[in-house]
């Protein structure tokens, strides 16, 4: 596995599985399971997921020492403000029934932010908290949130993809030491992405599939990726991204993929803050 160093100095894993939108919670902990019997050691989950307890399962039963694994969850905006984050975050551990967490993240741009930030601050001072971050910030956002506070977002977990490359933010987190974390890597399995022909004969010429060079293509960016791989199969492949590497030629091509628009969600638009902002859940 290879590693990025985030700006305060911590190792995270390149790759990692995501637990988003599993059918059940014991489909969950086996894929987890799975996923750290094949070498992953990133787990990203999210309170809003619901299935921190599973994950939590999974993690005892590896076998693994907790401090080989790094482990992201996230706080949703029901939550949002000082007192509620630090709330939160409390039933968060307890759930996954670990005495710290590598990476919390506010998941998403919206609510008291400045508050949870704060509480987010105090919990990473008191060692509860590796690193603290965000997760769908626009640049504007993100140069917000550092301009009035101590501890700098540490990462910035966002949708990255060949369809929607986000060079333009990537670029400006690099220039202020802010980490890109990419969810979304294969869209999601939409839009035929890992069909592409360009990108199947690109992975034939290494002998490798589209998915493994989009992974690829995401470790030599230095950006970290999580995606979801049930699959045995899926895991398997996507770890074995070590052993070639793409031209700069190749990696120029990858541009022209770039649509330079979200295939999932548009967080410009007043509709979308309302539907998010609306969405709770039992956590
Ligand atoms: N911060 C946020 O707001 C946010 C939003 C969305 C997602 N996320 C995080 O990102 C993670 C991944 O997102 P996602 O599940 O939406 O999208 P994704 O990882 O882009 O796509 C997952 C799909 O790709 C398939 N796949 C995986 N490896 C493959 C391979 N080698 N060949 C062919 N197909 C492959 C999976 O199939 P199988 O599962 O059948 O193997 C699944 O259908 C989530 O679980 C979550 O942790 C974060």
Redesign the pocket.
């Known amino acids: 596995m290879e590693y990025a160093v985030l700006n305060n100095g911590l190792k995270m894993p390149l790759m990692g599985?995501?637990?988003?939108?599993i059918d059940t919670a014991d489909q969950c902990e086996q894929y987890v399971q799975r996923a750290i019997a094949a070498g992953y050691r990133l787990i990203?989950?999210?309170a809003a997921?619901q299935n921190e307890e599973a994950v939590g399962r999974a993690i005892k039963a590896s076998g693994i020492q907790r401090n080989e694994l790094f482990l992201t969850t996230?706080l949703w905006i029901q939550d949002s403000g000082y007192k509620e984050t630090k709330q939160a975050f409390d039933r968060s551990k307890k759930r996954l029934g670990v005495d710290y967490i590598d990476l919390y993240?506010i998941?998403?741009p919206i609510g008291d932010i400045y508050g949870s930030w704060r509480a987010m601050e105090e919990l990473y001072e008191a060692g509860e908290i590796k690193a603290i971050g965000v997760?769908?910030f626009s640049s504007d956002r993100l140069a917000d949130l550092m301009l009035f506070h101590k501890v700098k977002p540490a990462i910035n977990?966002?949708?990255v993809?060949p369809y929607c490359q986000a060079n333009e933010i990537h670029q400006y987190m690099q220039a202020v030491n802010v980490q890109t974390e990419a969810?979304?890597?294969?869209?999601?399995?939409k839009s035929c992405l890992?069909k592409n022909d360009e990108l199947v004969r690109l992975g034939k010429k290494y002998k490798k599939?589209?998915?493994?060079v989009i992974l690829r293509w995401m470790l030599q960016r230095r950006i970290v990726s999580?995606?979801?791989?049930?699959?045995m199969?899926?895991?398997k492949?996507?770890i074995d991204i070590l052993d070639f590497e793409l031209t700069d030629k190749e990696l120029l091509q990858m541009m022209h993929f770039d649509t330079r628009q979200s295939i999932?969600i548009n967080y410009n638009l007043p509709e979308t803050v309302q539907r998010l902002g609306m969405t709770r859940f039992a956590i």
Do not use: C, M, P, R
């Open positions: 599985i995501g637990t988003a939108q990203d989950t999210a997921y996230k993240l998941h998403q997760s769908n977990q966002i949708e993809h969810w979304g890597v294969f869209a999601g399995g890992l599939t589209a998915a493994q999580v995606f979801k791989a049930v699959s199969e899926h895991l492949k996507n999932f």
